[in-house]
């Protein structure tokens, strides 16, 4: 499967632990997306990565998330002091970064704070 | 205002119809636009592209209007696998930004 992939699927913590999630995303782009989406919404933009910069980060982005993306491939994204308000379905996405060029999502990381 | 504005539905509509749903847009800059599809609790996928001279896809239309700021889309002859919320996104070269999706029934 050469998509972007996601890990893990589904993530349940208890309040005020750490999570962190990792995206793959197809080999050949170099912009990838964090985006968070809960039931009836669309997904609301958290932070993307040009290569291995973090370019832009969503007001969204408390000061618990933090993502990275060391070598301009995979990315991680980590929650700290998980709260309630965190759950959520935390999509990745990547795309060439041109112009007219979709974004490939990857499944998700269901994420349930309990 | 928000940035990208969708009717949240949901739009019951008998198969066999042709249903169409708006999506108007904010930013006059937004350089490219497209239409994805999501299942419930699945992850969108594109469904189409929409270029500035409209295009077709088998039953489904995408049509720009740069001059009102909105994009549509057109489902011909509806089937029952069409049910899903369908989500438009605008490029801002920068960034991808989302409507929250139009719900779509196809009932029997």
């Known amino acids: 499967d050469t998509g972007v992939s996601q890990d893990p699927r589904h993530k349940i913590t208890k309040r005020g632990q750490n999570v962190t999630f990792r995206c793959d995303p197809i080999?050949?782009?170099?912009?990838l997306y964090w985006y968070r989406q809960t039931l009836g919404q669309g997904p609301e933009f958290l932070t993307y990565f040009q290569n291995e910069a973090q370019l832009e980060k969503s007001r969204l982005l408390s000061d618990r998330f933090s993502a990275e993306r060391p070598k301009g491939s995979f990315s991680t994204l980590e929650i700290q002091r998980t709260e309630q308000g965190d759950s959520a379905m935390y999509l990745c996405a990547s795309s060439t970064g041109q112009l007219n060029t979709e974004a490939f999502f990857g499944q998700g990381t269901r994420l349930t704070v309990v | 205002r928000k940035e990208v504005e969708q009717d949240p539905g949901p739009f019951n509509v008998p198969e066999g119809a042709t249903v169409a749903f708006n999506c108007t847009y904010s930013?006059?800059?937004?350089?490219?636009f497209f239409w994805y599809r999501q299942d419930c609790r699945k992850e969108p996928k594109l469904l189409m592209s929409v270029y500035s001279s409209g295009n077709e896809d088998g039953r489904f239309t995408a049509q720009l209007n740069r001059a009102s700021q909105y994009i549509s889309l057109l489902i011909r002859d509806s089937k029952l696998s069409d049910s899903a919320t369908y989500l438009c996104?605008?490029?801002?070269?920068?960034?991808?930004?989302w409507g929250a999706g139009t719900k779509l029934i196809i009932k029997p």
């Open positions: 080999s050949e782009h170099n912009r």
């Open positions: 996104v605008v490029n801002m070269g920068y960034q991808l930004i």
């Open positions: 930013n006059s800059a937004s350089q490219s």
